[in-house]
């Protein structure tokens, strides 16, 4: 592929525009066809095959603009150092002749060329740019430049010297502008690809308020991946596998030809839910987090009944009802309109309050869902209550955002929840969260 194209190409993907092979090649084709002499079809050729969307068009706009932008020389500091000579040695080295001669064009063309020798394609960190600086003007051939000024300070040609280090200041400072705008292009998107990475392992009791934003845009990725994942299985289970030694059996009487197809027919359940959320301070950014993260996952999973508790238990189902799941996920963190009351953490007082009001929710279909570190302040921990919910419910998974080794510590009940608990899993971080889903989501079985 022509190496322009695959630089541009790259770009774009560092930019979020996702590209395929087939379009690579599309647009390679496009190229062989419209050249590159007319820069508005060029535009409109690559767009037609690369951009599939008004936001991928607007990327593509504004990414377009700046990579086949003229990286034109300023020639500030030249220009006051005099008139650009004309009469030069063939003894200087081709920069020394370009820079004191004011060949802008051929400045230009050098830079981009050695540019490509050193692979600026390859920055990623803003701590890159100082060597990929010093590595374009190695290439375009600093040491000659440094020896001419060297020579030309011992030749008594003191004013040559001096313009040549001035035209060498601005080379640098053009440079400088280049590496710039090349970050710009791609490196943008690893930086995000690391704060993303960051944030996704970071235990979600230590985000700042700062990063939610960004979180909720991380959330919403994640579940979106997961929703079309499970979406496609669901869609592929309507129909099933093909059943190939059934086909075969069903079809002898036809001599062999498939005229009747057998399909093996798969299930994928659609898990109902119901969570008990922990909101007291030591476990609400937890809270807030597997709520957003549940009530997105609006198309994998059957049904989802919310309560949270810390001195009592209360069901908030209602509020995600009403409003959009951002909106709820909020009003529940500032218990607006909410009787709950936030005093001492008291899991025994919030299983008893699910069993006399709500235990009938529980059925042999039902996933219960506990979020909570299991510090009950010393009170009574009720587990008869925790055994007869699992007793009644398909499965029951704890979901605790302290680490093991604390587990049963001080006025932890972890060791005592544990025999009644089908799975406890430790969950601090939006990567925990994802997982769960896959334990949620339950194999398909033949039948």
Not at 118 to 125: L, N, S
Not at 202 to 230: A, C, H, P, W
């Amino acid at each position: 592929m022509d190496q322009i194209l695959e630089d541009f190409i790259s770009a774009l993907r560092g930019s979020g525009i996702r590209i395929s092979i087939s379009e690579s090649t599309d647009a390679m084709r496009a190229v062989e066809l419209m050249g590159y002499g007319d820069r508005g079809v060029l535009k409109d050729a690559l767009s037609a095959a690369l951009a599939k969307s008004q936001t991928e068009e607007e990327i593509f706009e504004e990414c377009f603009e700046r990579f086949f932008a003229f990286d034109a020389f300023s020639n500030r500091k030249t220009d006051s150092a005099g008139p650009m000579e004309t009469d030069l040695n063939t003894q200087d080295s081709l920069l020394t002749q370009m820079l004191l001669s004011g060949d802008n064009a051929g400045l230009s063309v050098a830079m981009g060329h050695a540019a490509r020798q050193v692979d600026i394609t390859g920055i990623k960190f803003f701590t890159q740019k100082g060597l990929y600086i010093q590595k374009i003007m190695q290439q375009m051939g600093l040491e000659g430049l440094n020896r001419d000024i060297k020579r030309f300070a011992q030749e008594d040609m003191k004013g040559r010297a001096e313009k040549l280090e001035a035209a060498k200041e601005a080379l640098f400072e053009n440079v400088q502008n280049y590496v710039e705008r090349q970050y710009d292009l791609f490196a943008s998107s690893a930086t995000e690809e690391m704060i993303e990475q960051y944030l996704r392992n970071i235990g979600l009791s230590n985000v700042e308020q700062r990063d939610f934003q960004r979180m909720r845009v991380i959330v919403q990725k994640m579940t979106k991946r997961l929703n079309t994942l499970y979406s496609r299985r669901r869609k592929t289970a309507n129909r099933g596998l093909l059943d190939f030694k059934n086909t075969l059996r069903n079809n002898i009487t036809y001599g062999g030809l498939l005229f009747e197809p057998k399909w093996k027919k798969r299930k994928i359940d659609r898990p109902d839910v119901v969570a008990l959320c922990d909101v007291s301070r030591s476990v609400k950014a937890v809270s807030r987090f597997l709520l957003l993260f549940l009530y997105s996952l609006n198309e994998i999973l059957e049904r989802i009944r919310t309560f949270i508790f810390c001195s009592n238990l209360v069901e908030v189902t209602h509020v995600f009802d009403e409003y959009s799941v951002e909106e709820a996920v909020t009003k529940i963190d500032m218990g607006v309109g909410l009787p709950i009351i936030m005093g001492r953490t008291d899991y025994g007082g919030a299983l008893l309050d699910f069993k006399e009001s709500w235990l009938d929710t529980v059925t042999d279909k039902t996933t219960v869902l506990v979020l909570g570190d299991a510090r009950n302040n010393y009170g009574d921990p009720r587990t008869e209550i925790l055994r007869e919910i699992k007793d009644r419910s398909r499965r029951l998974i704890w979901l605790n955002p302290e680490s093991e080794p604390f587990w049963g510590t001080g006025d932890s009940e972890m060791k005592r929840y544990l025999p009644h608990c089908d799975l406890v899993r430790r969950c601090n971080t939006l990567n925990h969260l994802e997982r769960l889903v896959e334990v949620l989501m339950r194999t398909a079985t033949l039948h």
